[in-house]
């Protein structure tokens, strides 16, 4: 069965500092792997997924198949970013039928203080 | 565009009540998804629909919960009778296609947060 872990239910950082939000995956097949983010009052949205290879808001993920993880990197935090933050996993099949339900980690309170 | 929007945005029932849920995709959208979450624990998969069609239900906890998706467009889910443990938030997200060989981005509405007493 597929599972998502997100090891840490809170992180704190100050401003201007580095963060990482860990995820680690369980799956047999071929992910896709997202993460999602809920910022306070507003509803869950997309920040990056790892096809994209992208940075959003200056975050970036990596998807490393032989450590299993997709840890959400960012070089210098800001006070915008406090928010849940959600590692997501769908199943995806290359060239055949795609499934679009998602399996979550528990999410992780970002608090980026001044 | 309108995004997904879903009904009521809080709804307090007592044990053995009934409750329907309401969720409005986004226009065009064929794939609805039901998730949920419980306090405490993470977001969960409910069911998914294409078009009007069942999916997948396979997160669907038991009987009591009946989830319909008239002509394609909205979806309802309904939760008879409730029990004290359906407590959570409801989320319901929609996405454009089905599609192969990948999964098209979900977008997700606010929310119903169920309390039953």
């Known amino acids: 069965a597929q599972r998502v872990t997100q090891p840490e239910k809170l992180l704190s950082v100050f401003k201007g500092a580095p963060v990482e939000l860990k995820c680690n995956y369980s799956?047999?097949?071929?992910?896709?792997l997202f993460w999602y983010v809920q910022y306070s009052r507003q509803r869950l949205q997309l920040l990056l997924r790892?096809?994209s290879r992208e940075s959003i808001k200056g975050f970036t993920a990596d998807l490393n198949k032989g450590e299993t993880s997709f840890h959400l990197k960012k070089p210098f935090a800001q006070e915008e970013d406090s928010a849940m933050y959600y590692c997501?996993?769908?199943?995806?099949?290359?060239?055949?039928?795609?499934?679009?339900?998602?399996?979550f980690g528990q999410g992780t309170i970002l608090t980026v203080h001044p | 565009e309108a995004g997904v929007t879903q009904f009521p945005s809080h709804s307090v029932i007592e044990k053995g009540q009934t409750v329907t849920l309401r969720c409005d995709p986004i226009?065009?959208?064929?794939?609805l998804y039901w998730y949920r979450r419980v306090m405490g624990k993470e977001i969960k998969f409910l069911l998914h629909?294409?078009?009007?069609?069942?999916?997948?239900e396979s997160g669907m906890p038991n009987n009591r919960f009946l989830a319909e998706r008239t002509g394609g467009t909205y979806s309802t889910l309904k939760v008879q009778p409730a029990e004290l443990e359906d407590s959570g938030v409801y989320f319901c997200?929609?996405?454009?296609?089905?599609?192969?060989?990948?999964?098209?981005?979900?977008?997700f509405g606010p929310g119903t947060r169920l309390t039953v007493l």
């Open positions: 997200a929609s996405s454009p296609q089905w599609s192969t060989g990948g999964t098209d981005t979900q977008y």
């Open positions: 799956y047999s097949g071929s992910p896709e």
């Open positions: 790892h096809i």
């Open positions: 997501a996993l769908s199943h995806s099949y290359a060239g055949g039928t795609s499934y679009g339900k998602l399996t």
């Open positions: 226009s065009g959208h064929d794939n």
């Open positions: 629909f294409v078009k009007e069609s069942k999916q997948d």
